[in-house]
């Protein structure tokens, strides 16, 4: 395998870089020979996926996150994924002037998910408090308060309120929100003095919304026209990291045991003030209470964008049927918060000065102590970790391939070139 690669690389590196200089001959050459080297990779890890990620973790015995995880693999298993300096490289260009590599990691992300022992060891691992979160936790004890870069993780009595605050992009999700939202729900899962997690996205300054609170914009679609939204920390690790934490609960004792005595998990209660768009949607479907304000509406736009909404297509299903679920999904409907539909997804409808006092009584009602108790059981009769680990094996694959599908770039790129033709035309007009 190695020695294959080896030479699919010389391949690549003696065709013009990346970009606007490949001629379309080249691009379908370099297309040819990712392809060759991917069907060797597949090949390889169909048979030794669980072996490279029992050497990579001395035997199951020592926790990976997923980061570290593909790059020891690049140091240890030459060729099998990309290496530090090729994603280097990569982070350098845009979206559709890169060579794709990402795929190649998540060649390997799906293979291990899809053993069931190295999968579950990878789940688990990743459902570990994040080093960053252990560092500020006795700061957030004692003040109840942690600003990050994009968050505010603030007590209030029983209950910790995590408030987007990536507010000129509409609390738009990018690589930095996802890393703050994985610290941010760690935070509140330690804190044994807090029994409700509570999220809410936080005033904007967006012009179209200035002054307003808004839930989620999804996925931040200019970075992913520049390439700046990554596979493993963004796309995949996600969907292992904060999401799962709120669902399944944080791993607080890594060793072998009963699961109950060895996480923490809480209620959360969602609070969707304008819209929940993609990502902020599919926040909605961990959740155990959702309030929305009565003009504030739901989507998943898949079908537009190009890309798998999450784990959307796995748990929407069960709240709302397989009939809207594909309307969703697929049609890209949108759910106002007045459509009977929409009490499938929220459990009240409000004005938008009584969702204070919404949040409030959500709270009061859900920090009962036999609630997390039933939460957890719900989650192992809903959605069972064998469950979403096989869907994930299927979704990492599919979304690294979605995010560099010609579509997909040809929508972002021309989306990107409106917002600069609105800029350009408004600097004029100043």
Same mark, same amino acid.
């Given at each position: 395998?190695?020695?294959?690669?080896?030479?699919?690389?010389?391949?690549?590196?003696?065709?013009?870089?990346?970009?606007?200089?490949?001629?379309?001959?080249?691009?379908?050459?370099?297309?040819?020979?990712?392809?060759?080297?991917?069907?060797?990779?597949?090949?390889?890890?169909?048979?030794?996926?669980?072996?490279?990620?029992?050497?990579?973790?001395?035997?199951?015995?020592?926790?990976?996150?997923?980061?570290?995880?593909?790059?020891?693999?690049?140091?240890?298993?030459?060729?099998?994924?990309?290496?530090?300096?090729?994603?280097?490289?990569?982070?350098?260009?845009?979206?559709?002037?890169?060579?794709?590599?990402?795929?190649?990691?998540?060649?390997?992300?799906?293979?291990?998910?899809? @053993?069931?022992?190295?999968?579950?060891?990878?789940?688990?691992?990743?459902?570990?408090?994040?080093?960053?979160?252990?560092?500020?936790?006795?700061?957030?004890?004692?003040?109840?308060?942690?600003? *990050?870069?994009?968050?505010?993780?603030?007590?209030?009595?029983?209950?910790?309120?995590?408030?987007?605050?990536?507010?000129?992009?509409?609390?738009?999700?990018?690589?930095?929100?996802?890393?703050?939202?994985?610290?941010?729900?760690?935070?509140?899962?330690?804190?044994?003095?807090?029994?409700?997690?509570?999220?809410?996205?936080?005033?904007?300054?967006?012009?179209?919304?200035?002054?307003?609170?808004?839930? @989620?914009?999804?996925?931040?679609?200019?970075?992913?026209?520049?390439?700046?939204?990554?596979?493993?920390?963004?796309?995949?690790?996600?969907?292992?990291?904060?999401?799962?934490?709120? *669902?399944?609960?944080?791993?607080?004792?890594?060793?072998?045991?009963?699961?109950?005595?060895? @996480?923490?998990?809480?209620?959360?209660?969602?609070?969707?003030?304008?819209?929940?768009?993609?990502?902020?949607?599919?926040?909605?479907?961990?959740?155990?209470?959702?309030?929305?304000?009565?003009?504030?509406?739901?989507?998943?736009?898949?079908?537009?964008?190009?890309?798998?909404?999450?784990?959307?297509?796995?748990?929407?299903?069960?709240?709302?049927?397989?009939?809207?679920?594909?309307?969703?999904?697929?049609?890209?409907?949108?759910?106002?918060?007045?459509?009977?539909?929409?009490?499938?997804?929220?459990?009240?409808?409000?004005?938008?000065?009584?969702?204070?006092?919404?949040?409030?009584?959500?709270?009061?009602?859900?920090?009962?102590?036999?609630?997390?108790?039933?939460?957890?059981?719900?989650?192992?009769?809903?959605?069972?970790?064998?469950?979403?680990?096989?869907?994930?094996?299927?979704?990492?694959?599919?979304?690294?391939?979605?995010?560099?599908?010609?579509?997909?770039?040809?929508?972002?790129?021309?989306?990107?070139?409106?917002?600069?033709?609105?800029?350009?035309?408004?600097?004029?007009?100043?």
């Amino acid at each position: 395998m190695a020695e294959y690669v080896a030479g699919a690389e010389r391949e690549l590196a003696a065709l013009p870089p990346p970009g606007p200089d490949r001629t379309p001959d080249d691009r379908d050459r370099a297309a040819a020979v990712h392809t060759s080297a991917r069907q060797v990779r597949r090949a390889f890890l169909a048979r030794h996926a669980g072996t490279v990620y029992g050497l990579l973790t001395d035997g199951l015995s020592r926790p990976v996150r997923l980061p570290d995880l593909v790059y020891e693999a690049a140091d240890r298993i030459p060729g099998l994924v990309p290496t530090r300096a090729q994603m280097a490289a990569e982070r350098r260009l845009i979206q559709a002037e890169k060579e794709g590599r990402e795929i190649d990691q998540a060649l390997f992300c799906g293979a291990v998910l899809r @053993s069931p022992t190295a999968g579950r060891h990878l789940v688990e691992t990743m459902l570990g408090p994040t080093p960053r979160a252990l560092a500020l936790l006795d700061g957030f004890r004692a003040e109840g308060r942690t600003e *990050l870069d994009t968050v505010l993780v603030e007590r209030r009595g029983v209950a910790a309120h995590v408030e987007f605050r990536n507010t000129h992009r509409l609390n738009a999700e990018d690589d930095r929100l996802i890393a703050d939202l994985d610290t941010a729900v760690d935070l509140v899962l330690l804190d044994d003095t807090v029994r409700v997690g509570v999220l809410r996205g936080g005033v904007v300054d967006h012009p179209a919304y200035r002054g307003r609170r808004v839930f @989620s914009a999804g996925v931040n679609l200019t970075d992913l026209r520049d390439g700046r939204i990554s596979f493993v920390e963004f796309l995949l690790g996600r969907e292992l990291g904060y999401v799962n934490k709120m *669902l399944r609960g944080l791993l607080t004792d890594p060793r072998p045991g009963a699961w109950s005595e060895r @996480s923490v998990t809480k209620p959360w209660i969602g609070a969707v003030d304008t819209f929940a768009i993609g990502g902020g949607m599919q926040l909605l479907l961990v959740l155990d209470h959702v309030v929305a304000e009565e003009h504030s509406y739901v989507s998943l736009p898949a079908a537009e964008e190009g890309i798998v909404p999450g784990l959307g297509n796995l748990r929407l299903t069960r709240l709302t049927g397989a009939r809207l679920a594909r309307q969703v999904v697929l049609g890209g409907r949108r759910i106002a918060a007045t459509d009977p539909d929409a009490q499938l997804l929220c459990d009240e409808i409000v004005p938008a000065d009584g969702m204070d006092d919404a949040v409030e009584r959500a709270v009061a009602a859900l920090s009962a102590p036999a609630v997390a108790a039933n939460r957890r059981m719900l989650t192992v009769a809903e959605e069972p970790l064998d469950l979403f680990r096989d869907y994930l094996a299927e979704f990492a694959v599919a979304q690294a391939e979605r995010a560099y599908a010609p579509d997909v770039l040809d929508k972002v790129e021309r989306r990107w070139q409106e917002r600069e033709r609105r800029r350009a035309e408004g600097r004029s007009r100043r």
